[in-house]
């Protein structure tokens, strides 16, 4: 029997894993999910502390290390106390506990059979230290094509940098926002009963997704913007001096990752402009169904002001 270790989401706790991945294939699997050692306020715990102050996710590898170790400990006590064969053992994270997956990967590679990390990437301090292991254990990574959280770009270079250390990955993909779905915890319980039955996994790196991922729309996108900024015309500027005559186009879709960073930047960004600068948004719906959701109820709205509350609304929740 195999002992599946669960690793839960920001600010999450760890009742949350065991339902939102459920991912014993087998009733003689053990599962046991671990609390994240830094509590958050508001409730939950994180696997280490995150910096989001200048509008970027800033991380500090050395507070990932520590945490690495702490959930290497943990997991080998879990080992003895169950029985467990240590050869049988499967981590499974889910958004930050993905990132903390797979920093165990790349830093303890004998813990584990095998490691799941859904929703989450490597940070991108933890790649630019270009780690390499040997004889790498099996990775499965599943990514939401409607996540609003995790950047198709971000997974890409995360299959990047565990490829270079030299670690097999699967990546599932799956229509859905920032969550764990059904077919997902399926795949999940289909990867590890794969990988206790002995079957290979192919040594294939995946396909970048982030340029396939996006359009799901039979218009061009020439005309897309065309309308988009057509209608941004119409409707005025929402960020500095609305009779400014310095004009910029800021061209978004709601369903942007980059996009949302670049959101909570602008303020600062219009200190050190003139006082006659205008912001027009342009909303260009091209990220599948979410962002064309988002631009239904957003581009017929004529009053800025109005349309002022609707953008911050939508650009400030979680997708």
């Known amino acids: 029997a195999a002992l599946i270790v ?5 600010g ?11 991912v014993q294939p087998q009733a003689d699997h053990a599962f046991a999910a671990l609390q994240a050692p830094v509590p958050v306020e508001g409730g939950g715990g994180a696997w280490y502390a995150v910096d989001d102050s200048s509008g970027f996710v ?13 959930v290497a400990n943990a997991t080998s006590a879990l080992i003895v106390e169950t029985g467990a064969n240590p050869a049988q053992v499967y981590i499974v994270g889910f958004s930050q506990g993905a990132s903390m997956a797979l920093g165990l990967a790349l830093t303890h590679p004998d813990l584990a059979a095998g490691y799941v990390a859904f929703a989450g990437g490597l940070p991108p301090e933890v790649r630019a230290e270009g780690l390499t292991v040997e004889g790498g254990v099996p990775v499965l990574l599943g990514y939401g094509t409607r996540d609003a959280r995790f950047s198709a ?3 890409d270079a995360t ?7 030299g670690l097999p990955v699967q990546l599932e993909t799956f229509s859905v926002p920032h969550v764990v779905s059904s077919a997902g915890r399926r795949a999940i319980a289909a990867w590890i009963d794969d990988r206790i039955a002995g079957v290979p996994m192919a040594q294939i790196r995946p396909l970048p997704i982030a340029a396939t991922a996006a359009p799901e729309t039979d218009a061009d996108p020439s005309v897309v913007i065309a309308d988009a900024l057509a209608a941004a015309e119409a ?17 978004f879709d709601f369903n942007c990752s980059i996009c949302r960073i670049a959101h909570h930047q602008m303020d600062g960004f219009l ?15 091209l990220l599948g169904p979410g962002s064309r959701e988002a631009a239904a109820l957003t581009l017929s709205i004529a009053n800025p002001e109005d349309y002022n509350r609707a ?4 650009m400030d929740g979680r997708g």
């Not at 669960?6 to 920001?10: F, Q």
């Not at 706790?13 to 459920?22: G, K």
């Not at 200190?271 to 719906?285: F, I, L, S, Y």
């Open 6 to 10: 669960g690793l839960h989401g920001y």
């Open 12 to 22: 999450m706790d760890a009742r949350q894993i065991e339902t939102l991945v459920n």
């Open 58 to 70: 800033v991380v500090d590898p050395n507070n990932v290390r520590l945490s690495a170790e702490w």
């Open 153 to 155: 770009e971000e997974l």
């Open 159 to 165: 299959v990047a940098a565990l490829s270079d250390a």
């Open 235 to 251: 409707r005025g500027g929402y960020f500095g001096n609305p009779d400014g005559d310095l004009v910029i186009y800021k061209f």
């Open 271 to 285: 200190t050190q402009m003139p006082d006659n600068t205008r912001v027009v948004a342009v909303d260009v719906p």
């Open 311 to 314: 953008y911050h609304a939508l």
